[in-house]
């Protein structure tokens, strides 16, 4: 994983427009290079385990779309429930599914703080006329 790259903010349609790239096991979303995401969203649904419980799945839904999200290690020793409202970052990868999936490397229960929901929407909206939308732009 390479932390020189930004983790987006996103939302999940959007990453239903991201590119694998030929080399460095990233992605390209209008030219923007990136390998990790950050989403916030309701969880949907209960942890499913695996791999001997040391690993679990949970979906988030940000209303745009919903992105399968793996959880390991500290992150399985919290509660997590269907309802709570998360902010997520994680590498991306594209599974082979529909859904967008999230290794978590960080996920904080924002539930405690209704106000950041509504928040988030504008941040992505905001960050992506400061910074992405001249990269798309340069691109025409």
Same mark, same amino acid.
């Given at each position: 994983?390479?932390?020189?790259?930004?983790?987006?903010?996103? +939302?999940?349609?959007?990453?239903?427009? $991201?590119?694998?790239?030929?080399?460095?096991?990233?992605?390209?979303?209008?030219?923007?290079?990136? !390998?990790? $995401?950050? +989403? !916030?969203?309701?969880?949907?649904?209960?942890?499913?385990?695996?791999?001997?419980?040391?690993? $679990?799945?949970? !979906?988030?839904?940000?209303?745009?779309?919903?992105?399968?999200?793996?959880?390991?290690?500290?992150?399985?020793?919290?509660?997590?429930?269907?309802?709570?409202?998360?902010?997520?970052?994680?590498?991306?990868?594209?599974?082979?599914?529909?859904? =967008?999936?999230?290794?978590?490397?960080?996920?904080?229960?924002?539930?405690?703080? =209704?106000?950041?929901?509504?928040?988030?929407?504008?941040?992505?909206?905001?960050?992506?006329? +400061?910074?992405?939308? =001249?990269?798309?732009?340069?691109?025409?």
């Amino acid at each position: 994983m390479d932390y020189s790259l930004a983790a987006l903010k996103l +939302l999940c349609v959007q990453l239903g427009s $991201a590119r694998q790239t030929t080399s460095q096991n990233a992605f390209t979303l209008g030219g923007i290079l990136f !390998q990790r $995401a950050w +989403l !916030q969203g309701v969880l949907v649904s209960t942890p499913s385990f695996s791999d001997g419980g040391r690993t $679990a799945r949970l !979906q988030l839904d940000d209303g745009t779309g919903v992105a399968e999200l793996f959880i390991s290690g500290d992150f399985l020793n919290r509660s997590w429930e269907t309802g709570m409202y998360v902010m997520v970052v994680g590498g991306y990868f594209v599974g082979a599914g529909d859904a =967008p999936m999230i290794k978590v490397h960080k996920i904080v229960d924002l539930s405690p703080f =209704p106000d950041r929901e509504s928040m988030w929407y504008l941040e992505v909206m905001e960050v992506f006329k +400061l910074f992405y939308q =001249p990269l798309f732009e340069e691109r025409d």
